[in-house]
């Protein structure tokens, strides 16, 4: 069964670095989206992307967030400068085109800032 | 603006006993879907189901049942004859619109002891 993928599934960084968190979504699906958890807490949207825009996003989803799908499989957040409070669980999430369908979420990366 | 209540914060119970996990939500769309997942120890999110707001049929697979009433604006979820490997966070979630985000609600954690 396809499955979005997501690496790595740990990333452990300095404060102020940039990262990359990287995404593989199911190849025939057009919606792509990227939740966070901090640890305890309930899911949280960050942002969502179709037809290669943001068609929506958080208050979360500030100047230092930013996606991009630079070649038509993999889709990728970016933090540019990271705070301790970006450290979370980072979940990609990919849906068909069908509306009533279910976003299928990959395994997560647990970003760790210090 | 789109809301869900899981009041229920953590349940302890003892194997093979029957649990259900509240969910209520809020929205003004009268096109909506409603989804349960689980979130086991190891962090992954995994989809149970999803309804559709003109659905409203009860759903049983396996030891699972969901309730869907839009008079109260609920869709609870029960287990019966729990198992300890039912021992994990629950999220009950939300979604309007043809690709919005979800919205979850904060989790019920679940723990079934022996």
């Known amino acids: 069964e396809p499955e979005v993928t997501q690496t790595p599934s740990h990333q452990v960084t300095q404060m102020g670095q940039e990262v990359i968190l990287r995404c593989v979504p199911i190849?025939?699906?057009?919606?792509f989206y990227w939740y966070r958890q901090i640890l305890g807490q309930k899911v949280e949207f960050l942002v969502s992307f179709y037809n290669n825009e943001i068609s929506e996003k958080s208050e979360i989803f500030d100047d230092q967030f930013s996606v991009e799908r630079p070649d038509g499989s993999n889709f990728t957040l970016k933090i540019r400068s990271t705070k301790l409070e970006d450290s979370a669980m980072y979940f990609c999430?990919?849906?068909?085109?069908?509306?009533?369908?279910?976003?299928?979420f990959g395994p997560g990366t647990r970003l760790t800032v210090t | 603006a789109q809301k869900v209540t899981q009041a229920q914060t953590e349940i302890s119970v003892v194997e093979k006993e029957d649990v259900t996990l509240d969910c209520v939500y809020e929205?003004?769309?009268?096109?909506?879907?409603l989804f349960w997942y689980k979130q086991p120890p190891s962090g992954e999110l995994v989809f149970l189901i999803r309804r559709n707001s003109f659905d409203e049929q009860n759903e049983i697979s396996g030891r699972y049942s969901w309730n869907f009433q839009k008079s109260t604006s609920s869709f609870n979820f029960t287990i019966t004859a729990s198992q300890v490997v039912d021992s994990a966070v629950y999220f009950c979630?939300?979604?309007?619109?043809?690709?919005?985000?979800?919205?979850f609600g904060k989790g019920i954690t679940l723990s079934v002891r022996p």
């Open positions: 999430a990919s849906r068909p085109g069908r509306e009533d369908y279910e976003q299928y």
């Open positions: 979630a939300l979604r309007t619109g043809a690709n919005s985000k979800l919205t």
């Open positions: 190849s025939n699906h057009l919606y």
């Open positions: 929205t003004r769309d009268t096109t909506y879907y």
